[in-house]
């Protein structure tokens, strides 16, 4: 089992370019989430998906797009992209949508925007 | 406004000792506190979880306490090896699936 696997590992973007992080488990799980991490913040919430065919936001969604293309795999599109963007996003997916799932965590895209 | 704190200078300790990390918490009520491992460019890796009604949890070497009183808790690792040498961060949900992350401590074992 490959896990959570995400595509690309690194991108760099000018700004107002557009571009899809790829995200794909094969762990069967219903949620999938995504995050970003930047230094000296925790995690922080953008797009999460209960279960295929749902997606709602999270804490900060401004400036992307999701699609839960299947049940394996879930995008994020940033549309325009913004030197604000610029961050390491993590997908992650989890069993169910319940607080005592853990979560499986990707590797990693490390993004910046000129 | 919601706030988790996790000692953001590192700690380093001497191997085979007990490394203790903190999270504290403040204007929160977490039913449900998790711990991830996070290695340099890697994505987070589940530890354990403790609820709110659970004042210990243990796992091999690792064991966490969940203070509600205090809004604090401590994550320990016995006999530290530098294989433990990682960041650490704490997660903490009111009770619904959308955990808020801390920004994570960093732990360095000396061998």
């Known amino acids: 089992n490959a896990g959570v696997t995400q595509t690309p590992k690194f991108q760099v973007l000018k700004t107002g370019q557009s571009m899809t992080l790829q995200c794909a488990q094969d762990?069967?799980?219903?949620?999938m989430y995504w995050y970003r991490q930047d230094p000296g913040m925790g995690l922080r919430l953008i797009y999460y998906?209960?279960?295929?065919?749902?997606?709602d936001k999270g804490e900060v969604p401004n400036g992307y797009n999701v699609s839960r293309l299947n049940k394996r795999e879930f995008s994020l599109r940033l549309e325009s992209a913004a030197p604000s963007q610029t961050s390491v996003y993590f997908c992650?997916?989890?069993?169910?949508?319940?607080?005592?799932?853990?979560?499986?965590f990707g590797p990693g895209t490390r993004l910046t925007v000129l | 406004s919601q706030k988790i704190e996790q000692n953001s200078e590192a700690l380093n300790i001497q191997e085979g000792k007990t490394a203790t990390l903190t999270c504290n918490y403040t204007?929160?009520?977490?039913?449900?506190l998790q711990w991830y491992r996070q290695d340099p460019g890697r994505g987070p890796v589940f530890l354990l979880l403790?609820?709110?009604?659970?004042k210990e949890k243990r796992k091999e070497r690792l064991k966490v306490t969940f203070d509600t009183t205090l809004k604090q808790s401590l994550f320990h690792i016995t006999a530290s090896q530098p294989a433990d040498s990682a960041t650490y961060l704490c997660?903490?949900?009111?009770?619904?699936?959308?955990?808020?992350f801390g920004t994570g401590t960093r732990l360095k074992v000396l061998a």
């Open positions: 992650a997916s989890g069993k169910d949508l319940i607080v005592y799932n853990e979560q499986f």
């Open positions: 762990m069967n799980h219903n949620s």
């Open positions: 998906s209960a279960s295929e065919g749902t997606t």
């Open positions: 204007n929160y009520s977490p039913a449900y």
């Open positions: 403790i609820r709110e009604n659970e």
């Open positions: 997660a903490l949900s009111s009770g619904t699936y959308k955990y808020i």
